[in-house]
């Protein structure tokens, strides 16, 4: 029986659609954006009602972000963050792929709330087809009329840590996509030095359909705690990946009961290469929320839950997750630049049962001192990754830090770990193109 | 006036004098870059003005509490009980 509560939202319609939807059917389904004739204030007492947060994974308050940039003085900028530069997401991707001109209708609502005189669409540059579609949409708003302002859409260098806002708005000025140290924040000091409102585009298309139906309808889904819904990507071990729209406070074992749960899977990787591994058992009554989740130690990310394979081994997949991510940083801090790579070779080691004196200790030692080091939180959740791998496969741990690993790592070593590893790790983004 | 170390990740190349100047709040890690103690008790606070005068690469900072050098979500401060709660990791 599957008690996983399925809402159509954004995702209305999307088991037809095989490309996106074109101004007119996306009219026809969601109805016009009204302009807000009353004023901007009432538009933040909604989105402040609704209860919205961020959907990119810090789940900041949506309305407090927006009354921040709007108090500061002068035209400001709006941001859309389409980047996904998690591997295991899709929904981003998904989302601008069928249904652009919701997110095109957020960025103009956003604008419209803090007095926009700009608008930017970031994108990575690894998916020139996402950027088609959108331009596609773009286009045909224009020649409908319908924005005050154009949304200009950019093509950024596609690494993990070039979706933080502080690198959209390093980019958008000219440098590199690269985080830079904070203060001063975005809000108060962006692109073109202007306070600058930077959102997912998934947190914009839910507020394109809060200035439609306005709080009360957005808070008919999710729970006191949790409101609206969510776009989640379930992949790994389930007999039906993908991205699935789930109301907010649906625990973790009914969104992957949607997926169909593989039999005999007994970890998840929740959130994300930036997540936590937890026992299934352990966190599948939670709500798939950051409350529900946090004293598990989790938090959803941007929605991605990642189930191991039974036969796979999570220190294998956990090793290549660290190297990955080893070289993904921005380059620019020692704890990071040293303190990753480093760990890398102690989880390899462990993964392959061929420790080099106390791999477990060592790392013990490492998560200890880097988090928090770094300008940007790209270390942090390296390392929270990393501890939560030797925590979850704790017996495996120890087993293979004594000579004898598992059956699959056994295969990687004889075979290859490609042949054998089952996470998709992309291949690093060309190594030094950072503009 | 209450203030604490800080250092400037991006500026900070691991020279490590700051930890030869200042060893009672700063130890290096293993790669050489430091560590710094959350307070400054009244007796070091000339030394710790020395070890920060004296970093070449400009990195070592003193702040006054309250206003941290971090990428944490500080919206402004007078806002809601929402501008409290530090994000983030991603992007918001």
Same mark, same amino acid.
């Given at each position: 029986?599957?008690?996983?509560?399925?809402?159509?939202?954004?995702?209305?319609?999307?088991?037809?659609?095989?490309?996106?939807?074109?101004?007119?059917?996306?009219?026809?389904?969601?109805?016009?954006?009204?302009? #807000?004739?009353?004023?901007?204030?009432?538009?933040?007492?909604?989105?402040?009602?609704?209860?919205? !947060?961020?959907?990119?994974?810090?789940?900041?308050?949506?309305?407090?972000?927006?009354?921040?940039?709007?108090?500061?003085?002068?035209?400001?900028?709006?941001?859309?963050?389409?980047?996904?530069?998690?591997?295991?997401?899709?929904?981003?991707?998904?989302?601008?792929?069928?249904?652009?001109?919701?997110?095109?209708?957020?960025?103009?609502?956003?604008?419209?709330?803090?007095?926009?005189?700009?608008?930017?669409?970031?994108?990575?540059?690894?998916?020139?087809?996402?950027?088609?579609? =959108?331009?596609?949409?773009?286009?045909?708003?224009?020649?409908?009329?319908?924005?005050?302002?154009?949304?200009?859409?950019?093509?950024?260098?596609?690494?993990?840590?070039?979706?933080?806002? +502080?690198? %959209?708005?390093?980019?958008?000025?000219?440098?590199?996509?690269?985080?830079?140290?904070?203060?001063?924040?975005?809000?108060?000091?962006?692109?073109?030095?202007?306070?600058?409102?930077?959102?997912?585009?998934?947190?914009?298309?839910?507020?394109?359909?809060?200035?439609?139906?306005?709080? $009360?309808?957005?808070?008919?889904? @999710? !729970?006191?705690?949790?409101?609206?819904?969510?776009?989640?990507?379930?992949?790994?071990?389930?007999? *039906?990946? @993908?991205?699935?729209?789930?109301?907010?406070?649906?625990?973790?074992?009914?969104?992957?009961?949607?997926?169909?749960?593989?039999?005999?899977?007994?970890?998840?990787?929740? @959130?994300?290469?930036?997540? !936590?591994?937890?026992?299934?058992?352990?966190?599948?009554?939670?709500?798939? +929320?950051?409350?529900?989740?946090?004293?598990?130690?989790?938090?959803?990310?941007?929605?991605?839950?990642? =189930? %191991? /394979?039974?036969?796979?081994?999570?220190?294998?997949?956990?090793?290549?997750?660290?190297?990955?991510?080893?070289? #993904?940083?921005?380059?620019?801090?020692?704890?990071?630049?040293?303190?990753? /790579?480093?760990?890398?070779?102690?989880?390899? #080691?462990?993964?392959?049962?061929?420790?080099?004196?106390?791999?477990?200790?060592?790392?013990?030692?490492?998560?200890?001192?880097?988090?928090?080091?770094?300008?940007?939180?790209?270390?942090?959740?390296?390392? &929270?990754?990393?501890?939560?791998?030797?925590?979850?496969?704790?017996?495996?741990? *120890?087993?293979?830090?004594?000579?004898?690993?598992?059956? $699959?790592?056994?295969?990687?070593? &004889?075979?290859?770990?490609? #042949? +054998?590893?089952?996470?998709?790790?992309?291949?690093?983004? $060309?190594?030094?193109?950072?503009? | 006036?209450?203030?604490?170390?800080?250092?400037?990740?991006?500026?900070?190349?691991?020279?490590?004098?700051?930890?030869?100047?200042?060893?009672?709040?700063?130890?290096?890690?293993?790669?050489?870059?430091?560590?710094?103690?959350?307070?400054?008790?009244?007796?070091?606070?000339?030394?710790?003005?020395?070890?920060?005068?004296?970093?070449?690469?400009?990195?070592?900072?003193?702040?006054?509490?309250?206003?941290? %050098?971090? +990428?944490?979500?500080?919206?402004?401060?007078?806002?809601?009980?929402?501008?409290?709660?530090?994000?983030?990791?991603?992007?918001?």
């Amino acid at each position: 029986m599957n008690h996983a509560r399925t809402a159509a939202r954004l995702t209305l319609d999307w088991q037809h659609a095989d490309r996106a939807a074109t101004l007119r059917e996306h009219t026809r389904r969601y109805g016009p954006l009204q302009r #807000q004739a009353s004023g901007t204030r009432d538009l933040l007492d909604e989105v402040a009602a609704a209860r919205l !947060t961020g959907r990119g994974g810090a789940g900041f308050p949506t309305a407090t972000k927006i009354r921040a940039v709007a108090g500061r003085r002068g035209p400001a900028v709006v941001v859309a963050n389409g980047m996904e530069s998690e591997p295991a997401s899709e929904k981003d991707q998904a989302l601008l792929a069928r249904a652009p001109h919701l997110v095109l209708d957020g960025i103009s609502v956003a604008a419209e709330a803090v007095g926009a005189s700009a608008a930017h669409l970031c994108l990575p540059r690894t998916r020139d087809w996402l950027t088609e579609c =959108v331009l596609a949409a773009v286009t045909e708003r224009q020649r409908a009329g319908l924005d005050r302002i154009g949304v200009a859409v950019h093509e950024l260098p596609h690494h993990y840590v070039s979706s933080e806002e +502080t690198s %959209l708005v390093h980019w958008l000025n000219g440098g590199d996509a690269k985080p830079t140290t904070t203060p001063p924040r975005p809000f108060e000091r962006g692109v073109g030095k202007r306070p600058t409102l930077i959102d997912n585009v998934e947190t914009l298309a839910h507020l394109a359909l809060i200035a439609r139906y306005g709080a $009360a309808w957005f808070r008919e889904a @999710g !729970t006191s705690e949790a409101t609206g819904t969510m776009l989640t990507t379930v992949t790994g071990a389930v007999s *039906r990946p @993908g991205v699935y729209e789930v109301e907010a406070g649906t625990s973790v074992g009914d969104v992957l009961a949607l997926a169909s749960l593989q039999a005999g899977a007994e970890a998840v990787l929740i @959130g994300g290469y930036f997540g !936590t591994w937890h026992d299934i058992a352990a966190v599948a009554g939670r709500p798939f +929320t950051a409350a529900g989740l946090r004293p598990a130690g989790a938090s959803p990310g941007a929605g991605v839950l990642f =189930v %191991l /394979p039974a036969e796979a081994c999570g220190l294998v997949e956990a090793a290549r997750i660290m190297r990955f991510l080893a070289s #993904q940083g921005a380059e620019q801090c020692g704890p990071c630049i040293f303190g990753l /790579p480093a760990i890398a070779d102690d989880l390899a #080691q462990l993964a392959a049962g061929r420790p080099e004196g106390d791999p477990l200790s060592r790392m013990q030692r490492r998560f200890g001192v880097i988090s928090g080091r770094g300008a940007c939180r790209h270390p942090d959740g390296a390392v &929270r990754m990393a501890a939560s791998a030797v925590r979850t496969f704790g017996a495996d741990a *120890r087993a293979h830090a004594q000579r004898r690993p598992c059956l $699959a790592a056994r295969r990687g070593r &004889r075979h290859g770990w490609q #042949q +054998t590893a089952v996470l998709p790790v992309p291949r690093p983004f $060309a190594e030094g193109e950072w503009r | 006036m209450r203030a604490t170390l800080q250092v400037d990740p991006i500026a900070c190349t691991g020279h490590g004098l700051c930890a030869d100047l200042l060893p009672e709040l700063i130890e290096l890690d293993e790669w050489g870059y430091p560590i710094l103690a959350d307070n400054i008790p009244p007796e070091l606070a000339a030394l710790a003005r020395r070890a920060v005068n004296a970093c070449p690469a400009l990195a070592l900072r003193l702040v006054r509490t309250q206003r941290k %050098l971090t +990428t944490r979500h500080s919206y402004q401060r007078d806002r809601s009980e929402g501008a409290r709660r530090a994000g983030a990791e991603g992007d918001g």
